[in-house]
């Protein structure tokens, strides 16, 4: 039922992550006498058995999460959950589905090896803080499928990350030390995992000279028109109704969770959506055992 860790099947995941990483650098798609940076995702259980909805109104513009549970109220008669939870998952299923649970930030200074940056919840102390590692680290934990993402950005963008991260310090300044699983887009009062990639992402996009700061990432993903993954929630939706027992879950911004079991939640699936809409992906590769 949960994922084991296997050390010898992880290994020989990094090894052949490593080797789809070299082949990309003799393409040109990394530089050799420059900081090469990506972003990294790591298959995992966060949205097991959920599914992400998405849906369009008459003149082609995107629905939102409440048009959609009041569409489903309307169409069957009640407010009753029985009947507007079947009415969601069966008119907007989108087509992709949530896979990769964990975004990391992927770099690699010359002479030495991939190291990965990303953000962690402490179990000892509850706090939300920024975690440097290699990628061995990030790969070699129990893994319900072995399968690994990598989004390679532009040159320039990789350029404007080197500096961003390496010598303004945007992950310090972005990490947010309440952290909520389920923390909710535009804000800044709580963070998760994905979201602390993000706004790295949103810092490095926005217009040279911005103060890297929460607020002004938010600011810039909102004019951007950055859209969360709307969830219809399913292996995981049982703890919706016991999140007070959860110390890393907050609903307190996502209130059709508990009836409908639905909300907007910062996937990897948005993240990527959301480079791939402003054009500064330059290639993606995918290793699996």
């Known amino acids: 039922m949960f994922p084991q860790r ?16 070299e082949l990309l650098e003799s393409r040109g798609l990394f530089k050799k006498d420059a900081v090469n940076f990506a972003i990294i995702n790591r298959y995992g259980t966060s949205y097991g058995g959920s599914r992400a909805l998405e849906g369009f109104n008459t003149d082609g513009s995107s629905i939102s999460l409440d048009e959609m549970v009041e569409h ?9 959950e029985t009947s507007v939870i079947p009415c969601l998952r069966e008119s907007y299923i989108a087509a992709e ?16 090896d991939w ?64 952290y909520n699983l389920v923390a909710k887009p535009f804000q800044t009062e709580e963070q998760m995992s994905n979201q602390f990639v993000l706004e790295i992402m949103a810092s490095v996009l926005q217009p040279l000279g911005q103060p890297i700061s929460r607020e002004n990432a ?28 959860i110390p890393t ?16 939640f910062i996937s990897v699936m948005s993240v990527r959506k959301f480079l791939e809409s402003e054009g500064v992906v330059a290639g993606k590769i995918e290793a699996s055992l």
């Open 249 to 264: 879950m907050n609903l307190k911004d996502q209130p059709l969770v508990r009836k409908y079991e639905i909300g907007e």
């Open 6 to 21: 296997n050390e010898e099947a992880n290994g020989q995941l990094v090894s052949k992550l490593i080797s789809e990483l």
């Open 115 to 178: 190291s990965v940056r990303q953000s962690l919840r402490s179990t000892k102390t509850g706090k939300h803080f920024q975690w440097f590692g290699s990628l061995e680290q990030f790969v070699d934990i129990p893994l319900i499928e072995r399968r690994i993402e990598v989004l390679i950005p532009t040159h320039e963008i990789q350029s404007r990350m080197s500096r961003a991260i390496l010598i303004e310090g945007a992950g310090s300044d972005l990490i947010d030390p309440d």
């Open 97 to 112: 589905q949530p896979r990769f649970s964990h975004a990391g930030i992927l770099y690699k200074i010359p002479g030495q």
């Open 72 to 80: 489903c109220i309307n169409s069957t008669g009640t407010t009753e």
């Open 218 to 245: 938010q600011a810039y993903l909102a004019e951007k028109n950055y859209r969360p993954s709307i969830i219809l929630l399913g292996g995981v939706r049982s703890f919706a109704k016991w999140d007070n027992l």
